[in-house]
């Protein structure tokens, strides 16, 4: 069984930070890309931000400079937010393409559970 379970959502005023993590745990053989999305409400889920396991990073036009994604080298990855505004306000999700112990014919995209994230004005 393969699990994310990302952590470090919360309350920020506008123009502060937050540093979400995201751990993958289980039967994994090998983790490629790794990236955040997120969903307010009554919108669609949207990209944040996505690392490869290389280490190249993408971002969405509206965090760029405010946001940085990372990874570690075992099974976690990071999303440091800096300038925090209200209309990031959503839920945080970790995303991950993995594969797992069993062969690659099992290689899929698995989704954390997700973690809120609120920016007050």
């Known amino acids: 069984q393969v699990q994310l379970v990302e952590s470090g959502g919360g309350l920020v005023q506008a123009g502060g930070s937050l540093r979400l993590s995201c751990v993958a745990s289980?039967?994994?053989?090998?983790?490629?890309?790794m990236g955040w999305y997120r969903q307010a409400p009554g919108k669609q889920r949207e990209l944040v931000a996505t690392i490869t396991s290389g280490g190249s990073t993408n971002y969405a036009d509206s965090v760029k400079g405010r946001f940085t994604i990372s990874r570690d080298n075992t099974k976690n990855t990071y999303l440091q937010m800096s300038s925090l505004e209200p209309e990031d306000t959503a839920v945080y999700y970790c995303?991950?393409?993995?594969?797992?112990?069993?062969?690659?014919?099992?290689?899929?995209?698995?989704w954390g559970q997700g973690t809120q994230v609120t920016v007050s004005s």
């Open positions: 995303n991950a393409d993995i594969t797992p112990w069993g062969g690659s014919r099992f290689r899929r995209e698995y």
């Open positions: 289980g039967t994994i053989f090998s983790i490629n890309d």
